[in-house]
Structures are given as C-alpha cells and as structure tokens.
C-alpha cells in the first residue's frame, strides 16, 4: 500500500505564492503518475498538475504559468509551486498517485487566498 501526506498549505494574499509538497511511503517502487487535484466548495475535484515518473508534466489551463510541479523521486516526494495566486485558487488540495493502476489520495491541505 502506499500512502500520501501533504503539508504546506495556508492563507496567502493574492499574487503570494505557497509551496505544496507531498511525501510518499510504503510500496512506492509502485507508483508511477502524481499530481495535484483540487476542490473548492460546491465544486468537482478537478486535475491540477499532474507529473510522470519520467518528468513529463500536465497543467490544468487556469494554472498554467503560474503553477510548477516537480518531483523528487529519491525521495518519493512531489511538489507544487504556486505563484501569482488568486482568490479563485481557493480550495482544498489533494496529492494523488497511481499505484499499479489504482488512485491513492492524501488527507489534502487546504490553501486560501485572499482578496
């Protein structure tokens, strides 16, 4: 089994940025897609970034330029650096990865921004 905890979530004014990491523990050697969702209130979760064992990334369009995702895989470890946040970044975010096909969450960390 593998199992996610995120950190770095909080309350930022707009165009502050906040750096998300999430570490990954148990079967990692399993693990091959991670990323980042999203879900604001009364909203679906939706992809925010997403990054391959290899390094290739996908962005959501709302946070493309703005957002960075990266990945330490010695230390089974991915990141999300948000820049140039909004009000509309608002919400909480959940570290996902796949292992051996099934979708694996984290607890998430809420991220606020304010006006």
């Known amino acids: 089994q593998v199992q996610l905890v995120e950190s770095g979530g909080g309350l930022v004014q707009a165009t502050g940025s906040l750096r998300l990491s999430c570490a990954a523990s148990g079967n990692v050697f399993t693990i091959s897609t991670m990323g980042w969702y999203r879900q604001a209130p009364g909203k679906q979760r939706e992809l925010v970034a997403a990054i391959t064992r290899g390094g290739d990334t996908n962005y959501a369009d709302s946070v493309k330029g703005r957002f960075t995702i990266s990945r330490d895989n010695a230390k089974n470890t991915v990141y999300l650096q948000t820049n140039s946040l909004k009000p509309e970044d608002t919400a909480v975010y959940y570290c996902?990865?796949?292992?051996?096909?099934?979708?694996?969450w984290g607890q998430g960390t809420q991220v606020t921004v304010s006006s």
């Open positions: 996902n990865a796949r292992s051996w096909g099934v979708d694996v």
